[in-house]
């Protein structure tokens, strides 16, 4: 039986329903300062805490509800006849219920403070009351979400009390918010370039998926607490839900168009692009894209770096895609798109943010910096050079090798990739694929360094100008010479891109 509750909440989202059966069912409120005032002025029968505990608020707000009045309350085992005769003794009245939801910190971190500023809004009361009542929950309802109230109610309405299981489920609430706050402002003190003792990990879960990789698996989508990110800060403009795959797929996408500077396009599809290009605009970006795979394109994903007009729209609208990703869209272009109520109409509101990558193996995280580093050193190191043009070619393939599962192998014309290979055991059967598929290619770009000279052979035998690859290998020589004696440039860079 609840007879007495604290009340102390930031947000203050349906808190007078929830104040106001309470005290229908004769339980007696104590609040603190702005909530207090708040339940005060809107005629719910409320006690100030500094009634209960004898001190003021003090140090601007910072110690308020740390007192033995109050978690002598909260922490009192109910049925241990000890702490009862102790509580007794001191003039410490039992607190069955703890509603409190924290200072917004997860917000505040991420807007335009100064250090100081965003220090205040770390909470020290909120979080040792909560998680003093969640480990007392078999005595003490402890509500830190808003959307358990209505539940909360209806238990109580209904049996009089709360029953033991869902204290328990919101008792393990709490330390679940409590790791991804304590995270968050882990992340912030340490800041983003260390490597912590302990991985701690702050995000919410934004939904449910039907399922993952295959129906077999389910899965959900979380979304970084107290940073900014491309696949958290975006918009769903029209169509379906989106897939575990899908939002794996717009990552790629968006990160290959957000590492150009003019007007680019890529195609995504199983989490490797499969189209690829720039151009002086978006339409023909997209159209030399898509010439580069017109098979692997469909159901695929298409990201552009600029904003999507109608023109490209209606083009886009001539294959099945799943989704289509842009920093912005013209408004009749927006309407056209919105006409497939499938397709996934998605507006990126920032580029890609993060500094590093984790992969989950069993019974660990691998954690690495983002591979945000194109190349070390251009080195010259053939008797021929690449030309103005074949350079840039060769600089285009690099920065989208680099997004091609290993072993990885792109081929390019004229700011257009004409074959990419990829996801292969060895380096010679992603070459013989890119390059057969590309035909007519200039320029190959590899993401790791040539163990043998054979991939300079078949390279001789599809015509291609320049290459491009990290070298390192004991054998470079061997390629090296070959690219001589077939008249190919080579330039070596230093720095490999595995994506496995």
Not at 314 to 341: H, M, N
Not at 394 to 420: E, P, Q, T
Request: one cysteine or more; charged letters at 30%; hydrophobic letters at 40%.
């Amino acid at each position: 039986m609840i007879k007495r509750a604290l009340i102390s909440v930031f947000n203050k989202d349906n808190i007078l329903k929830l104040a106001k059966f309470l005290i229908e069912k004769d339980v007696e409120i104590i609040s603190t300062g702005g909530t207090f005032k708040y339940l005060k002025e809107n005629d719910v029968k409320v006690t100030e805490i500094s009634e209960i505990t004898g001190f003021p608020e003090m140090l601007d707000g910072r110690v308020k509800t740390l007192h033995p009045k109050i978690h002598g309350g909260i922490l009192a085992i109910r049925d241990n006849e000890e702490h009862m005769k102790t509580i007794e003794e001191h003039d410490i009245k039992a607190i069955d219920m703890v509603v409190v939801n924290l200072y917004p910190f997860f917000d505040k971190v991420q807007e335009d403070l100064s250090f100081d500023e965003k220090i205040e809004f770390i909470d020290i009361g909120g979080p040792t009351m909560i998680r003093a009542a969640a480990k007392n929950f078999k005595d003490v309802t402890v509500l830190t979400d808003v959307n358990d109230y209505e539940e909360v109610m209806k238990e109580i309405e209904n049996h009089g009390d709360v029953s033991f299981g869902k204290k328990r489920v919101l008792a393990g609430k709490v330390f679940n918010l409590m790791a991804a706050y304590d995270a968050a402002v882990s992340r912030f003190l340490l800041g983003e370039e260390v490597y912590p003792e302990y991985l701690n990990m702050s995000y919410k879960k934004v939904m449910d998926l039907r399922y993952g990789e295959n129906p077999h698996q389910s899965a959900a989508y979380y979304a970084a607490t107290s940073t900014k990110g491309s696949m958290k800060d975006f918009e769903q403009l029209n169509g379906k839900e989106l897939s575990y795959n899908n939002i794996k797929d717009m990552d790629i996408a968006w990160k290959v168009v957000c590492d150009f500077e003019e007007p680019m396009c890529c195609a995504v599809k199983h989490n490797t692009p499969c189209g690829a290009a720039v151009a002086d605009n978006i339409y023909d970006a997209y159209l030399r894209a898509f010439s580069c795979d017109e098979v692997s394109i469909f159901g695929g994903i298409v990201a552009v770096n600029r904003t999507l007009d109608l023109k490209t729209a209606e083009e886009l609208g001539k294959i099945f895609l799943e989704i289509v990703i842009a920093p912005d869209f013209d408004k009749d272009a927006l309407e056209f798109l919105q006409k497939k109520k499938n397709l996934r109409v998605i507006k990126a509101l920032c580029k890609p943010q993060d500094n590093r990558e984790y992969a989950k193996v069993d019974g660990g995280i691998l954690v690495q910096a983002s591979d945000d580093k194109l190349i070390d050193e251009v080195k010259y190191v053939t008797e021929k050079k690449p030309t103005d043009a074949e350079m840039k070619d060769l600089i285009f393939g690099m920065k989208v090798v680099k997004y091609v599962k290993s072993n990885a192998i792109v081929v390019v014309k004229d700011g257009m990739a004409k074959g990419i290979g990829g996801g292969q055991v060895n380096r010679i059967w992603p070459t013989i694929d890119a390059l057969n598929r590309a035909k007519d290619g200039v320029v190959l770009a590899s993401d790791a360094f040539f163990p043998f000279n054979d991939i300079v052979g078949e390279a001789a035998k599809h015509n291609i100008k320049a290459i491009i690859q990290p070298g390192g290998s004991i054998r470079d020589k061997d390629s090296i010479e070959a690219c001589n004696e077939n008249g190919i440039a080579m330039v070596l860079t230093g720095i490999r891109h595995f994506k496995h």
